[in-house]
């Protein structure tokens, strides 16, 4: 039990343990083609999947009828199916309009079970077209076998700096991990203009882990040159503790404002609660998006009235949007036929803008479906929404380099709802430069560190 506390905590903090009910996938997941005869159409993007006459065996992976996608998870450890479900509802869908010119998906569920992320590669690398849609707190243990078998990957998000724009991949969003913090516009919004009685007075509370530490000192760089003071930073056991009275109290000691708190969103309610307890109200606490789900709100409901929990969605568009974007009705309304279950959360949102990037772009290569044709053809994508379902991102250009787009959701008791910040593009903020660090706190891999090169991809 307390080896199950220890790696759900540093999953959450690595940003990828969030919500979900707990069911645990197997090693194959064919998707269920129900309901009536879908288009295949969405949001903004017409002929996503469809029907067609492909006749050939073209790459690894790909026969006349179907194409074998690989899905990273840790769901055999943290039972979460975000990445799982929104495979489901987006295979079930795009095969129900006629697949990928024909040829239905079919999802090999690559279950990492939190430590088997090099055996799970290997086994993609025998078997897997494309990668799409998923994502393992220890990503950077398999991307060398990755990039040694030339498998392209779209994934829901992407934790460590070896893999976080590493070669062959395309479409992970933002991530702790980048060279630059992808936060800043949110966080300069909040110290600056939203509650600028709080920059004098930032605390932060940190998992005792290599990987949360290194979160720590990155944010401790950027907040610091962002004009803010940080006036408490603490470690916890990355196992949690049984009390969260001592570290109550110490932010209200050091009177804290406004605070960051890494770790699981559960030991972050139980901190609310006794905050709560103490009548002590801080200006805002910033919940991060491993939060947006229901499973964090009915943790914290206790607490919601007092403490104004606020998270940055880094350009994806919030459910509370639906009446502006389509494509967010359109999603419910997908998980409503083929996942009624399925909690709508950050991770989800994620992954569906990787099958759809997908399915576009291998649409685009008929019956000659390579994964160099698949690869080139997201990467020709100069502005990229996922058909409404993200700020604009260019493709075609590192994540690093660009200007972004923030948008800022608070919790309250009717659920997550959008917070004033003031958009200038839509639902989202755009514009903001992301802070780069002065530090060096690693590389992606590339190819070259493998010894392959883009020439090598078929």
Known sequence: MKRHRIVVALLAVALLVTAGCGREGG????????????????????GVCGPGSAKSASAQ?????????????????????DFVDAGKVFTSWCNAAGGINGRK?????RDTKLMEVRQRMLDACREDFFLVGGSAALDGLGVKDRLSCLLPEFPAQVSQTANTGSDLQLGAGSSAAEPVNPYSGFQEWLIREAYPGSAGAVGMINGDSPITKVMGEKLSESLTAAGAKIVYN?????????????????????????????????????LED???????KLDWIDANANSYNGMFLDAVKSSLASQNNVL?????????????????????????QYA?????????????????LFAKSASSCGDNLTRSCVFNAASKETAWTGGGLQAPVDLSRPLSEQTRCFNVQKATPDGWEAADFKPNNG????????????????????????????????
């Open 340 to 356: 009624p279950d399925g909690d709508i959360t950050f991770q989800v949102l994620r992954a569906f803008q990787s099958w759809l």
């Open 312 to 336: 940055d969605m880094s350009g994806t568009a919030p459910l509370d949007a639906a009446a502006q974007v389509p494509a967010i009705q359109q999603l419910k309304d997908l998980f409503e």
């Open 105 to 109: 998906l079919v999802t090999n569920l």
């Open 61 to 81: 992976g790909v026969t006349a009828s179907e194409i074998e996608i690989g899905m990273f998870s840790d769901i055999g450890f943290t039972k979460n199916p």
């Open 274 to 280: 006794v905050l709560t307890s103490m009548n002590y």
């Open 427 to 458: 639902v989202f903020r755009c514009g903001y430069t992301a802070y780069r660090y002065t530090r060096d706190f690693g590389k992606p891999t590339t190819l070259a560190d493998v010894g392959k090169s883009m020439s090598d991809l078929k």
């Open 234 to 270: 603490e470690l916890y056991p990355i196992a949690g503790v049984s009390d969260w009275t001592p570290y109550a109290q110490a932010i209200k000691a050091n009177n804290v404002k406004g605070l960051i708190f890494f770790g699981d969103f559960r030991y972050l309610a139980k």
């Open 27 to 46: 090693t194959r997941e064919t998707p269920e083609g129900a309901g009536p005869a879908a288009t295949g159409d969405f949001g903004t993007l017409s």
